[in-house]
């Protein structure tokens, strides 16, 4: 019969022969950052910021503009942005504001929004754009935004990308493209909500006044989009 191992073992362990096991590295208090296109090719092939704190700010802004949130006027004016509205084209089923804001290292935003009611449904619109940015804005970081689900893509002229909420019955639509050459900067959000006119009131900017209603039924009349 063959000698047990167990009591070399121990006097092996006692006497320091055997090192005993050490435990495995803690891993590094800091990772390493995540791709910046997360599969998705980023514009020019170069890594943009993660995510582009441009993009999640004025993605932010514009989904707010197409809310029909009664507050939305007064956001934007605490953040910086200078907002004016042509009373001419509000009436009780549409309104719509615009104005602009500056921001380093990327140029002056443009910024249009707008709300449409209708008997049973009521859509929020904002678009946002750049003549000539200074830099090509993170398009792709968008497919790493796990609430949203779409497609990006390359064509002769830049980068687009079509987008909506990452949900069965999706109310949230985006566009967002950008040229190559000019890098003219464009962001669509549109917001389909299934309620009527009655369950939204007419929002407007406390200083704007309300608006004539009285040619609003004339089928003639229709609002400037």
Request: glycine share 8%; proline share 10%.
């Amino acid at each position: 019969m063959k000698p047990s191992l167990t009591p070399l073992l121990l006097g092996a362990l006692l006497l320091g022969a055997v090192p005993a096991i050490a435990a495995p590295p803690a891993p590094p208090s800091t990772p390493a950052a995540p791709s910046s296109d997360n599969g998705v090719a980023g514009q020019g092939g170069e890594a943009a910021p993660v995510p582009d704190p441009f993009l999640a700010e004025v993605l932010k802004t514009c989904r707010d503009g197409a809310s029909g949130d009664s507050g939305t006027y007064q956001r934007l004016q605490d953040a910086g942005w200078n907002l004016s509205v042509d009373a001419d084209t509000q009436t009780p089923f549409y309104q719509a504001f615009n104005g602009e804001k500056d921001f380093d290292g990327v140029g002056t935003v443009d910024i249009t929004y707008s709300m449409e009611v209708y008997p049973t449904m009521t859509e929020g619109y904002c678009s946002l754009s750049i003549d000539s940015a200074e830099r090509p804005v993170g398009i792709a970081d968008l497919a790493k935004m796990p609430d949203l689900k779409g497609e990006l893509r390359h064509t002769t002229d830049g980068i687009a990308s079509n987008w909506e909420d990452n949900s069965p019955t999706p109310h949230v639509f985006i566009q967002a493209d950008q040229h190559e050459k000019d890098l003219y900067f464009l962001l669509d959000v549109t917001t389909l909500m299934n309620k009527p006119a009655a369950d939204i009131p007419y929002a407007k900017p406390d200083d704007a006044g309300q608006p004539d209603t009285t040619g609003a039924s004339d089928p003639g009349t229709s609002a400037a989009n």
